[in-house]
Protein backbone atom coordinates (compact mmCIF):
# COMPACT_ATOMS: atom_id res chain seq x y z
CA UNK A 1 0.00 0.00 0.00
CA UNK A 2 1.26 3.43 -0.79
CA UNK A 3 0.66 6.97 0.46
CA UNK A 4 -0.38 8.75 -2.68
CA UNK A 5 -1.10 12.30 -3.20
CA UNK A 6 -2.96 13.04 -6.67
CA UNK A 7 -2.82 16.54 -8.42
CA UNK A 8 -5.71 17.48 -10.66
CA UNK A 9 -5.46 20.07 -13.11
CA UNK A 10 -7.88 22.00 -15.48
CA UNK A 11 -9.19 19.90 -17.93
CA UNK A 12 -12.01 17.52 -19.55
CA UNK A 13 -9.78 14.48 -18.36
CA UNK A 14 -10.67 15.78 -14.96
CA UNK A 15 -13.61 12.97 -14.92
CA UNK A 16 -11.01 10.08 -15.22
CA UNK A 17 -9.11 11.48 -12.01
CA UNK A 18 -11.76 10.54 -10.13
CA UNK A 19 -12.34 7.17 -11.46
CA UNK A 20 -8.18 6.61 -11.16
CA UNK A 21 -8.72 7.78 -7.21
CA UNK A 22 -11.62 5.44 -6.60
CA UNK A 23 -9.17 2.45 -7.92
CA UNK A 24 -6.51 3.37 -6.13
CA UNK A 25 -8.34 3.61 -3.02
CA UNK A 26 -9.87 0.44 -4.16
CA UNK A 27 -6.80 -1.64 -3.82
CA UNK A 28 -5.77 -0.15 -0.14
CA UNK A 29 -3.77 3.06 -0.81
CA UNK A 30 -4.01 6.32 1.18
CA UNK A 31 -4.52 9.02 -1.30
CA UNK A 32 -4.51 12.63 -0.61
CA UNK A 33 -5.81 14.90 -3.15
CA UNK A 34 -4.85 18.55 -4.52
CA UNK A 35 -7.17 20.02 -6.97
CA UNK A 36 -6.28 23.64 -8.69
CA UNK A 37 -9.08 25.79 -8.89
CA UNK A 38 -9.63 25.64 -12.70
CA UNK A 39 -10.35 21.58 -11.71
CA UNK A 40 -12.81 21.92 -9.40
CA UNK A 41 -14.64 23.36 -12.04
CA UNK A 42 -14.71 19.89 -13.93
CA UNK A 43 -15.42 17.74 -10.89
CA UNK A 44 -16.28 18.72 -6.87
CA UNK A 45 -14.17 18.28 -4.23
CA UNK A 46 -16.44 16.48 -2.80
CA UNK A 47 -16.97 13.65 -5.43
CA UNK A 48 -12.85 13.30 -4.70
CA UNK A 49 -13.31 13.35 -0.94
CA UNK A 50 -16.26 10.67 -1.07
CA UNK A 51 -14.17 8.43 -2.94
CA UNK A 52 -10.65 8.46 -0.89
CA UNK A 53 -12.47 9.47 1.98
CA UNK A 54 -9.44 11.85 2.87
CA UNK A 55 -9.41 15.89 2.77
CA UNK A 56 -9.15 17.40 -0.60
CA UNK A 57 -6.92 20.67 -0.52
CA UNK A 58 -7.16 23.38 -2.67
CA UNK A 59 -6.42 26.57 -1.23
CA UNK A 60 -2.98 27.45 -0.13
CA UNK A 61 -3.21 30.15 2.64
CA UNK A 62 -6.06 28.06 4.57
CA UNK A 63 -6.76 28.50 8.53
CA UNK A 64 -3.88 26.43 9.74
CA UNK A 65 -5.09 23.27 12.38
CA UNK A 66 -2.07 20.84 12.61
CA UNK A 67 1.24 21.66 13.84
CA UNK A 68 2.96 20.61 10.37
CA UNK A 69 2.34 23.17 7.51
CA UNK A 70 0.43 21.17 5.08
CA UNK A 71 2.63 21.77 1.82
CA UNK A 72 5.51 19.95 3.75
CA UNK A 73 3.72 17.50 5.11
CA UNK A 74 2.03 16.74 2.20
CA UNK A 75 5.20 16.62 0.30
CA UNK A 76 6.77 14.24 3.06
CA UNK A 77 4.13 12.07 3.34
CA UNK A 78 3.67 11.13 -0.39
CA UNK A 79 5.16 7.32 -1.75
CA UNK A 80 4.15 8.79 -5.08
CA UNK A 81 3.10 11.84 -6.46
CA UNK A 82 0.55 11.46 -9.28
CA UNK A 83 -0.64 14.57 -11.16
CA UNK A 84 -3.60 13.25 -14.05
CA UNK A 85 -4.60 15.44 -15.53
CA UNK A 86 -1.48 17.59 -16.19
CA UNK A 87 -1.94 20.54 -18.00
CA UNK A 88 0.77 22.35 -20.09
CA UNK A 89 0.48 25.32 -17.59
CA UNK A 90 1.57 22.91 -14.30
CA UNK A 91 4.01 21.27 -16.49
CA UNK A 92 5.47 24.78 -17.46
CA UNK A 93 5.24 25.95 -13.49
CA UNK A 94 7.34 22.59 -12.57
CA UNK A 95 9.79 22.88 -15.58
CA UNK A 96 10.42 26.50 -14.66
CA UNK A 97 10.46 26.20 -10.51
CA UNK A 98 7.30 28.00 -9.98
CA UNK A 99 4.80 27.63 -6.96
CA UNK A 100 2.32 29.55 -7.11
CA UNK A 101 -0.62 27.66 -5.91
CA UNK A 102 -1.10 24.57 -3.54
CA UNK A 103 -0.17 21.27 -6.30
CA UNK A 104 2.72 23.29 -7.54
CA UNK A 105 4.52 24.21 -4.31
CA UNK A 106 4.04 20.74 -2.74
CA UNK A 107 5.81 19.31 -6.25
CA UNK A 108 8.46 21.77 -5.54
CA UNK A 109 8.66 20.29 -1.68
CA UNK A 110 8.86 16.57 -2.35
CA UNK A 111 11.20 13.89 -3.29
CA UNK A 112 9.45 11.43 -3.89
CA UNK A 113 8.84 9.95 -7.50
CA UNK A 114 6.79 11.80 -9.74
CA UNK A 115 4.02 10.90 -12.27
CA UNK A 116 2.57 12.86 -14.90
CA UNK A 117 -0.32 12.19 -16.88
CA UNK A 118 -0.66 14.88 -19.60
CA UNK A 119 -3.80 16.24 -21.15
CA UNK A 120 -4.43 18.62 -23.22
CA UNK A 121 -5.04 19.61 -26.83
CA UNK A 122 -3.18 18.28 -29.40
CA UNK A 123 -1.19 21.50 -30.96
CA UNK A 124 -0.60 22.24 -27.52
CA UNK A 125 0.94 18.92 -26.54
CA UNK A 126 3.20 19.19 -29.96
CA UNK A 127 4.10 22.81 -29.22
CA UNK A 128 7.58 22.89 -29.15
CA UNK A 129 7.45 24.72 -25.70
CA UNK A 130 5.50 22.31 -24.42
CA UNK A 131 7.56 19.11 -25.52
CA UNK A 132 10.84 21.23 -24.20
CA UNK A 133 9.41 21.28 -21.03
CA UNK A 134 9.10 17.84 -20.54
CA UNK A 135 12.11 16.67 -22.21
CA UNK A 136 13.20 18.70 -19.32
CA UNK A 137 11.60 17.29 -16.79
CA UNK A 138 12.16 14.18 -17.73
CA UNK A 139 16.05 14.60 -17.39
CA UNK A 140 15.38 15.92 -13.97
CA UNK A 141 13.89 12.58 -13.57
CA UNK A 142 9.92 13.30 -13.51
CA UNK A 143 8.25 9.99 -15.05
CA UNK A 144 5.52 10.45 -18.10
CA UNK A 145 2.67 8.43 -19.11
CA UNK A 146 2.38 9.44 -22.59
CA UNK A 147 -1.02 10.80 -23.77
CA UNK A 148 -2.89 8.37 -26.17
CA UNK A 149 -4.30 9.10 -29.66
CA UNK A 150 -8.27 10.25 -29.94
CA UNK A 151 -10.87 12.40 -30.56
CA UNK A 152 -10.70 15.13 -27.97
CA UNK A 153 -13.60 17.39 -26.28
CA UNK A 154 -12.26 20.15 -28.55
CA UNK A 155 -13.38 17.70 -31.33
CA UNK A 156 -9.85 17.53 -32.98
CA UNK A 157 -8.41 13.86 -33.36
CA UNK A 158 -4.78 13.72 -32.35
CA UNK A 159 -2.68 13.34 -29.19
CA UNK A 160 -3.29 14.55 -26.37
CA UNK A 161 -6.32 12.11 -24.68
CA UNK A 162 -4.81 11.96 -20.95
CA UNK A 163 -3.62 7.98 -20.52
CA UNK A 164 -5.96 5.42 -19.84
CA UNK A 165 -6.44 5.31 -15.85
CA UNK A 166 -5.72 1.36 -16.20
CA UNK A 167 -2.18 2.46 -17.61
CA UNK A 168 -1.30 4.59 -14.90
CA UNK A 169 -2.25 2.58 -12.53
CA UNK A 170 0.02 -0.11 -13.76
CA UNK A 171 2.56 3.08 -13.52
CA UNK A 172 2.02 3.93 -9.86
CA UNK A 173 2.11 0.49 -8.83
CA UNK A 174 5.52 0.11 -10.29
CA UNK A 175 6.93 1.56 -6.73
CA UNK A 176 4.76 -0.15 -4.60
CA UNK A 177 7.51 -2.88 -3.57
CA UNK A 178 9.40 0.29 -1.76
CA UNK A 179 8.37 3.10 0.70
CA UNK A 180 9.82 6.32 -0.69
CA UNK A 181 9.53 7.40 3.71
CA UNK A 182 10.76 4.61 5.19
CA UNK A 183 15.05 3.07 5.46
CA UNK A 184 16.25 -0.41 6.17
CA UNK A 185 18.37 -0.70 8.92
CA UNK A 186 20.23 -3.57 9.17
CA UNK A 187 23.99 -4.04 11.05
CA UNK A 188 23.65 -0.40 12.49
CA UNK A 189 23.67 0.58 8.75
CA UNK A 190 20.56 2.88 7.12
CA UNK A 191 20.29 1.77 4.02
CA UNK A 192 17.83 4.64 1.91
CA UNK A 193 15.00 3.29 -0.48
CA UNK A 194 16.20 2.92 -4.63
CA UNK A 195 15.27 5.24 -6.75
CA UNK A 196 15.01 4.59 -9.75
CA UNK A 197 18.08 4.35 -12.22
CA UNK A 198 18.69 4.07 -15.97
CA UNK A 199 22.34 2.97 -17.45
CA UNK A 200 22.91 4.34 -21.23
CA UNK A 201 24.22 1.78 -23.74
CA UNK A 202 28.18 3.17 -22.96
CA UNK A 203 27.78 3.01 -19.36
CA UNK A 204 27.03 -0.81 -19.42
CA UNK A 205 29.80 -1.20 -21.73
CA UNK A 206 32.12 0.32 -19.78
CA UNK A 207 30.91 -1.62 -16.38
CA UNK A 208 31.69 -4.94 -18.70
CA UNK A 209 35.58 -4.77 -17.65
CA UNK A 210 34.45 -5.46 -14.21
CA UNK A 211 34.55 -9.41 -14.23
CA UNK A 212 31.84 -9.24 -11.72
CA UNK A 213 29.76 -7.54 -13.86
CA UNK A 214 30.45 -10.14 -16.70
CA UNK A 215 30.06 -13.43 -14.26
CA UNK A 216 26.42 -11.77 -13.17
CA UNK A 217 25.31 -11.36 -17.14
CA UNK A 218 26.30 -14.84 -17.94
CA UNK A 219 25.03 -16.13 -14.40
CA UNK A 220 21.47 -14.31 -15.83
CA UNK A 221 21.65 -15.68 -19.35
CA UNK A 222 22.25 -19.34 -18.04
CA UNK A 223 19.19 -19.11 -15.88
CA UNK A 224 16.77 -17.09 -18.44
CA UNK A 225 18.02 -19.55 -20.84
CA UNK A 226 18.87 -16.33 -23.61
CA UNK A 227 21.01 -13.71 -24.40
CA UNK A 228 20.54 -11.06 -22.37
CA UNK A 229 18.79 -7.83 -24.19
CA UNK A 230 20.14 -4.03 -23.68
CA UNK A 231 17.47 -2.89 -21.46
CA UNK A 232 18.29 -6.37 -19.41
CA UNK A 233 21.41 -5.49 -18.64
CA UNK A 234 20.95 -1.93 -17.74
CA UNK A 235 18.48 -4.04 -15.04
CA UNK A 236 20.63 -6.15 -13.76
CA UNK A 237 23.17 -3.53 -13.49
CA UNK A 238 20.86 -1.41 -11.53
CA UNK A 239 20.06 -4.55 -9.19
CA UNK A 240 23.70 -5.38 -8.83
CA UNK A 241 25.18 -1.67 -8.27
CA UNK A 242 22.51 0.67 -6.87
CA UNK A 243 20.34 -2.18 -4.78
CA UNK A 244 23.48 -3.28 -3.72
CA UNK A 245 22.68 -7.28 -4.00
CA UNK A 246 25.69 -9.65 -3.91
CA UNK A 247 25.39 -12.09 -7.28
CA UNK A 248 24.32 -15.06 -4.75
CA UNK A 249 21.75 -13.39 -3.91
CA UNK A 250 20.43 -12.19 -7.70
CA UNK A 251 21.14 -15.78 -8.57
CA UNK A 252 18.80 -17.21 -5.53
CA UNK A 253 16.34 -14.68 -6.56
CA UNK A 254 16.50 -14.65 -10.58
CA UNK A 255 15.90 -18.82 -9.69
CA UNK A 256 13.25 -18.30 -7.95
CA UNK A 257 11.48 -16.26 -10.19
CA UNK A 258 11.77 -18.52 -13.03
CA UNK A 259 10.85 -21.42 -11.21
CA UNK A 260 7.48 -19.44 -10.19
CA UNK A 261 6.99 -19.01 -14.13
CA UNK A 262 7.71 -15.07 -13.67
CA UNK A 263 10.11 -13.78 -16.62
CA UNK A 264 8.93 -10.45 -16.47
CA UNK A 265 11.45 -7.41 -16.17
CA UNK A 266 9.23 -5.79 -14.09
CA UNK A 267 8.09 -8.94 -11.79
CA UNK A 268 11.99 -9.69 -11.13
CA UNK A 269 12.92 -5.67 -10.56
CA UNK A 270 10.29 -5.77 -7.91
CA UNK A 271 11.23 -8.93 -6.25
CA UNK A 272 15.03 -7.33 -6.20
CA UNK A 273 13.98 -4.11 -4.99
CA UNK A 274 12.15 -5.74 -2.07
CA UNK A 275 15.12 -7.90 -1.40
CA UNK A 276 16.92 -4.71 -1.18
CA UNK A 277 14.44 -2.66 1.69
CA UNK A 278 14.48 -5.92 3.38
CA UNK A 279 18.31 -6.04 3.75
CA UNK A 280 19.54 -9.67 2.52
CA UNK A 281 22.78 -9.63 2.19
CA UNK A 282 23.52 -13.43 1.68
CA UNK A 283 22.73 -16.07 0.57
CA UNK A 284 21.67 -17.95 3.32
CA UNK A 285 19.21 -15.32 3.87
CA UNK A 286 17.78 -15.20 0.78
CA UNK A 287 17.18 -18.94 0.81
CA UNK A 288 15.56 -18.54 4.48
CA UNK A 289 13.46 -15.54 3.42
CA UNK A 290 12.39 -18.09 -0.08
CA UNK A 291 11.32 -20.55 2.63
CA UNK A 292 9.15 -18.71 4.82
CA UNK A 293 7.51 -16.88 1.84
CA UNK A 294 6.91 -20.67 0.10
CA UNK A 295 5.79 -22.05 3.41
CA UNK A 296 4.27 -19.85 6.33
CA UNK A 297 3.76 -16.80 4.27
CA UNK A 298 1.29 -18.61 1.93
CA UNK A 299 -0.32 -20.58 4.76
CA UNK A 300 -1.05 -17.69 6.18
CA UNK A 301 -2.48 -15.84 3.15
CA UNK A 302 -4.81 -19.30 2.50
CA UNK A 303 -5.54 -19.32 6.47
CA UNK A 304 -6.85 -15.82 5.81
CA UNK A 305 -9.32 -16.89 2.46
CA UNK A 306 -6.11 -15.25 0.16
CA UNK A 307 -4.73 -18.18 -1.58
CA UNK A 308 -4.93 -16.82 -5.27
CA UNK A 309 -2.58 -14.05 -4.88
CA UNK A 310 0.77 -12.87 -3.78
CA UNK A 311 0.92 -10.82 -0.48
CA UNK A 312 1.52 -6.89 -0.56
CA UNK A 313 3.96 -5.50 1.56
CA UNK A 314 2.41 -4.23 4.28
CA UNK A 315 0.53 -7.92 4.57
CA UNK A 316 4.84 -9.38 4.30
CA UNK A 317 5.62 -6.66 7.14
CA UNK A 318 2.89 -8.32 9.44
CA UNK A 319 3.25 -11.68 8.78
CA UNK A 320 7.30 -11.51 9.21
CA UNK A 321 6.61 -9.63 12.62
CA UNK A 322 4.73 -12.32 13.79
CA UNK A 323 6.83 -15.46 12.72
CA UNK A 324 10.34 -13.08 13.59
CA UNK A 325 10.25 -11.01 15.74
CA UNK A 326 6.76 -11.97 18.00
CA UNK A 327 7.62 -15.46 17.78
CA UNK A 328 4.06 -16.74 17.97
CA UNK A 329 3.54 -20.34 16.85
CA UNK A 330 2.02 -21.35 13.43
CA UNK A 331 -0.44 -23.02 15.72
CA UNK A 332 -1.46 -19.55 17.23
CA UNK A 333 -1.52 -17.69 13.70
CA UNK A 334 -3.40 -20.07 12.49
CA UNK A 335 -6.13 -19.96 15.18
CA UNK A 336 -5.79 -15.98 15.02
CA UNK A 337 -6.59 -15.96 11.22
CA UNK A 338 -10.06 -18.13 11.77
CA UNK A 339 -11.03 -16.45 14.40
CA UNK A 340 -10.81 -13.01 12.31
CA UNK A 341 -12.59 -15.06 9.00
CA UNK A 342 -15.14 -16.21 11.56
CA UNK A 343 -15.60 -12.37 12.90
CA UNK A 344 -15.18 -10.07 10.05
CA UNK A 345 -15.35 -12.60 7.17
CA UNK A 346 -12.79 -11.29 5.09
CA UNK A 347 -8.75 -10.89 5.26
CA UNK A 348 -8.24 -8.63 7.86
CA UNK A 349 -4.46 -7.92 8.75
CA UNK A 350 -4.97 -5.59 11.72
CA UNK A 351 -8.16 -7.41 13.30
CA UNK A 352 -5.56 -10.36 12.95
CA UNK A 353 -2.82 -8.57 14.83
CA UNK A 354 -4.96 -7.42 17.35
CA UNK A 355 -6.07 -10.79 18.29
CA UNK A 356 -2.50 -11.91 18.75
CA UNK A 357 -1.26 -9.03 20.39
CA UNK A 358 -4.65 -9.71 23.15
CA UNK A 359 -3.64 -13.06 23.43
CA UNK A 360 0.59 -11.90 24.06
CA UNK A 361 -0.65 -9.15 26.94
CA UNK A 362 -2.48 -12.56 28.43
CA UNK A 363 0.25 -14.38 28.43
CA UNK A 364 -1.52 -17.24 26.26
CA UNK A 365 1.04 -19.08 23.72
CA UNK A 366 -0.53 -22.44 23.18
CA UNK A 367 -3.64 -23.26 21.86
CA UNK A 368 -5.17 -25.02 24.77
CA UNK A 369 -5.02 -21.59 26.75
CA UNK A 370 -7.32 -20.20 24.12
CA UNK A 371 -9.58 -23.02 24.09
CA UNK A 372 -9.77 -22.41 27.85
CA UNK A 373 -10.06 -18.45 26.96
CA UNK A 374 -12.70 -19.06 24.44
CA UNK A 375 -14.85 -21.48 27.14
CA UNK A 376 -15.01 -19.12 29.95
CA UNK A 377 -15.70 -16.63 27.21
CA UNK A 378 -19.04 -18.26 26.06
CA UNK A 379 -19.73 -19.28 29.53
CA UNK A 380 -20.34 -16.36 30.98
CA UNK A 381 -23.91 -15.60 29.71
CA UNK A 382 -24.05 -11.97 30.61
CA UNK A 383 -21.54 -10.93 28.05
CA UNK A 384 -22.92 -13.53 25.08
CA UNK A 385 -23.31 -11.40 22.84
CA UNK A 386 -25.55 -14.55 20.61
CA UNK A 387 -27.67 -14.98 23.36
CA UNK A 388 -28.74 -11.24 23.87
CA UNK A 389 -29.87 -11.24 20.16
CA UNK A 390 -31.65 -14.23 20.78
CA UNK A 391 -33.40 -12.46 23.53
CA UNK A 392 -34.29 -9.38 21.63
CA UNK A 393 -35.13 -11.24 19.15
CA UNK A 394 -38.33 -13.19 20.51
CA UNK A 395 -39.42 -10.10 22.84
CA UNK A 396 -43.26 -9.88 22.24
CA UNK A 397 -44.70 -8.35 19.38
CA UNK A 398 -46.86 -5.41 19.48
CA UNK A 399 -49.86 -5.87 17.43
CA UNK A 400 -49.70 -9.75 16.49
CA UNK A 401 -52.36 -12.19 17.99
CA UNK A 402 -50.26 -15.13 18.27
CA UNK A 403 -47.26 -16.27 21.18
CA UNK A 404 -43.46 -15.30 19.83
CA UNK A 405 -41.27 -18.30 19.55
CA UNK A 406 -39.11 -19.54 22.38
CA UNK A 407 -35.50 -21.28 22.36
CA UNK A 408 -33.74 -23.09 24.81
CA UNK A 409 -30.57 -20.74 25.23
CA UNK A 410 -28.84 -23.45 27.10
CA UNK A 411 -28.99 -25.79 24.20
CA UNK A 412 -27.73 -23.18 21.49
CA UNK A 413 -24.99 -22.16 24.29
CA UNK A 414 -23.66 -25.83 24.10
CA UNK A 415 -23.52 -25.77 20.13
CA UNK A 416 -21.52 -22.55 20.29
CA UNK A 417 -19.10 -24.15 22.57
CA UNK A 418 -19.23 -27.77 20.32
CA UNK A 419 -18.54 -25.56 17.36
CA UNK A 420 -15.84 -23.42 19.10
CA UNK A 421 -14.23 -26.91 19.78
CA UNK A 422 -14.33 -28.54 16.24
CA UNK A 423 -12.14 -24.94 15.11
CA UNK A 424 -9.74 -25.78 18.23
CA UNK A 425 -9.38 -29.07 16.92
CA UNK A 426 -10.69 -30.88 19.89
Same mark, same amino acid.
Request: charged residues 30%; hydrophobic residues 40%.
Given at each position: ??????????????????????? +???????? =????????? @????? %?????????? #???????? !????? !????????????????????????????????????????????? #?? !????????????????????????????? #???????????? #????????????? /??????????????????????????????? !??????????????????? /????????????????????????????????? %??????????? /???????? /???????????????? *???????????????????????????????????? &??????????? %???????????????????????????????????????????? *?????????? @??????????????????? =???? +??????????? &????
Amino acid at each position: MLNIVLGITGSVAAYKAAELANL +LAKQGDTV =DTIMTNAAT @KFVTP %LLLQSLTKRR #VYTEMFET !IIYED !IRHISLAQRADVFVIAPASANIIGKIANGIADDMLSTVVMATKSP #VI !ICPAMNTAMYENPIVQANIKKLEAYGYHF #VDPKESRLACGD #VGKGSMADVADIV /AKINEFSTSSSKEAIIKNDEVKPIIKEVSYT !IEEVERHLQNPNVRVLFEM /AEEILGKPLQERERQMFLEIYLDMGLEIDVIEF %LLQYCVDNGKK /ANNYIKSV /AQNWAERGIADADEAE *EYIRLFNNEYRNIMRWLGNSGREPINKEIEYMQRWI &KEDGYSMQIIQ %LACEKTIINKATANFPYADGILNKWRKQNITTPEQIEVLEKQYF *EDKEINPFKR @KIEKAVQPRRFQNFKGRTY =DHER +LAQLEREYVDR &KLGK
